[in-house]
């Protein structure tokens, strides 16, 4: 069985948050003298006050957009604080570990190292799915977290929903499923399994569909009960009015927008793909359910060397595991693209 209190880190179970002025008094009409605030609103933004600790008007439009409670979403400062409390709320410095599954996101391994948390590596077979017998091969006693990216980044592709859903059902520690790019992809997301599963924290990100990576946005849906957690132990004021605001304006107004962009992301991308195959230093092209798309070449090196000449910027993962000459290329904008396939094109590589 799943049991959330004996997964949690002691210290982590035992504290008692901070509280803040805005925790002990949450009304919104009064005078204010409770938080050393500057009284004058020279914004006229009520910038000069400090923001709602909880988000609680945001919260509230996500979950009637969704069908989740308000009380089972944590909002963060990008998908990566999330991904920071998770590993600090249930893994143990220097005792516990999490399993990623590379060629994969670099931020779970780069946050379970600042926390002296170990990381074990199973990697995705040759067609970057999971290899199920090898994962559960590596979970061990200390096991508290295994990171599902799906769509996965850098390989773009979705990991089989079956395979995720028997893992999350199996493993009894905590899986967290980084759900950047569903929006691109014609998988469904498993935001509808999380009242089924205890074990499930789900990311998501205001910065890739939502087009609004520069407010640092990021979404964990999971139980009530580790929610609470996360609210425990995140710093008081951790989203910023500015933040709040553009996002709520985002939610109620943006969505036509947010699904007519992707639409035409994902045209641009097929456009894109038609026209790299037929490019004679394109090897393989992988399958892509993201908003980028991962391409092996003849020499990965010099042709990023070459198109940054050109002063178009892709990333190079060469160097990452399975990802031997490959380089990750963003969709852009129809322009964009043009030039990139014209650059392509002209160069003799
Ligand atoms: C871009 C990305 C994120 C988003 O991170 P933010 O901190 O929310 O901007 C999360 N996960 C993956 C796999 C990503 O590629």
């Given at each position: 069985m799943f049991d959330l209190n004996n997964l949690l880190r002691n210290n982590i179970k035992n504290i008692v948050?901070?509280?803040?002025?805005r925790d002990e008094f949450s009304g919104k009409e009064g005078i204010f003298l409770d938080a050393n605030e500057n009284p004058f609103d020279k914004s006229h933004e009520r910038l000069n006050r400090y923001p709602d600790p909880y988000q609680r008007e945001l919260?509230?439009?996500?979950?009637?957009?969704?069908?989740?409670?308000?009380?089972?979403?944590?909002?963060g400062n990008g998908s990566d604080e999330a991904i920071d409390l998770v590993i600090r709320a249930f893994c143990n410095p220097g005792i516990?570990?999490?399993?990623?599954?590379?060629?994969?996101?670099?931020?779970?391994?780069?946050?379970?190292?600042?926390?002296?948390?170990?990381?074990?590596?199973?990697?995705?077979?040759?067609?970057?799915?999971?290899?199920?017998?090898?994962?559960?091969?590596?979970?061990?006693?200390?096991?508290?977290?295994?990171?599902?990216?799906?769509?996965?980044?850098?390989t773009g592709n979705c990991l089989d929903t079956f395979t995720i859903k028997k893992i999350i059902e199996k493993f009894r520690g905590i899986v967290v499923l980084d759900e950047a790019y569903i929006d691109f992809a014609e998988n469904k997301s498993l935001l509808n399994e999380?009242?089924?599963?205890?074990?499930?924290?789900?990311?998501?990100?205001?910065?890739?569909?939502?087009?609004?990576?520069g407010i640092r946005l990021g979404v964990a849906y999971?139980?009530?009960?580790?929610?609470?957690?996360?609210?425990?132990?995140?710093p008081p004021y951790n989203i910023n009015s500015l933040t709040l605001e553009k996002a709520i304006a985002s939610v109620e107004k943006k969505k036509e927008d947010k699904i007519k962009e992707v639409e035409k992301i994902l045209n641009e991308k097929e456009r894109l793909l038609k026209q790299l195959s037929s490019i004679g230093f394109v090897q393989h092209i992988h399958k892509s359910d993201a908003n980028f798309f991962l391409v092996k070449v003849n020499?990965?090196?010099?042709?990023?060397?070459?198109l940054i000449r050109k002063g178009i910027i892709t990333r190079n993962r060469s160097n990452v595991e399975l990802c031997e000459n490959c380089l990750r290329i963003t969709v852009g904008t129809k322009d964009e693209n043009n030039l990139l396939i014209k650059t392509l094109k002209e160069l003799n590589i």
């Open positions: 948050a901070y509280s803040s002025a919260k509230n439009k996500m979950a009637l957009t969704k069908k989740v409670k308000a009380d089972q979403i944590f909002l516990d570990n999490i399993i990623i599954m590379p060629p994969t996101y670099g931020m779970y391994e780069v946050s379970a190292k600042i926390n002296d948390v170990k990381v074990k590596k199973v990697n995705l077979t040759q067609d970057f799915q999971i290899n199920t017998n090898a994962l559960m091969e590596a979970v061990d006693a200390h096991t508290k977290i295994i990171f599902i990216c799906s769509p996965n980044n850098p999380l009242n089924n599963h205890p074990n499930l924290v789900i990311l998501r990100t205001f910065s890739k569909a939502w087009g609004l990576a999971a139980s009530r009960s580790i929610i609470e957690v996360f609210n425990k132990i995140k020499d990965a090196k010099e042709l990023y060397q070459s």
